[in-house]
């Protein structure tokens, strides 16, 4: 269950720095500083990079199922951190967020989560909140709303976690 929770962690740590950087919490550069934005996307790439081991892993102890959704997570973060890092057009990672949400969101329906509410809802959130990065990425939803969706995303991520680390069932 360790990788399991390393996960949730990532999950919200990816989800937690960049929902609030949208809200705009360390959005402002210091004077003469560099851009927050630039970390925020170095940040993401560690997530993805992270999530891409723990899909090694997953792979290892035979949990193929799990390890797909953990991979569409691992290409979204980073490839979302090198567009930030580099500055690139975002809407193909709107593009990309698109199946990534869909996905995410039918894992709802995977038998090893039933009965599990966290791991549905966070399922049906990520989806949610992949549909409102191809709405910012376009224009379509506001910097802030996707944020504060980010940011109760991000904590909702935690909770599994937090459950894992006292050595209890995730609800």
């Known amino acids: 269950m360790l990788s399991v929770s390393v996960i949730f962690f990532t999950f919200a740590l990816g989800a937690w720095v960049i ?8 959005a402002t550069p210091t004077e003469e500083g560099p851009d927050p934005l630039v970390t925020v996307g170095w940040i993401e790439v560690i997530v993805g990079v992270i999530l891409a081991g723990q899909v090694f892993i997953l792979v290892q ?16 973060f980073t490839a979302f951190g090198v ?17 990534v949400g ?3 969101a039918l894992y709802f329906t995977f038998d090893g989560f039933e009965d599990t509410f966290l791991f549905q809802s966070s399922t049906l959130l990520w989806g949610v909140v992949f549909l409102l990065v191809a709405g910012y990425t376009y224009g379509k939803v506001g910097a802030k709303a996707l944020g504060w969706a980010l940011v109760i995303t991000g904590l909702w991520g935690f909770l599994p976690a937090v459950y894992l680390a006292l050595d209890k069932a995730i609800p």
């Not at 929902?19 to 360390?26: C, D, F, K, N, S």
């Not at 102890?61 to 979204?76: I, P, R, S, Y």
């Open 19 to 26: 929902g609030l950087y949208l809200v705009g919490m360390g």
């Open 61 to 76: 102890t035979g949990a193929l199922v799990l390890a797909g959704l953990v991979l569409l997570f691992a290409v979204f």
């Open 83 to 99: 567009a930030l890092v580099t500055g690139a057009d975002l809407r193909p990672i709107g593009n990309l967020s698109i199946p």
């Open 102 to 104: 869909i996905l995410a």
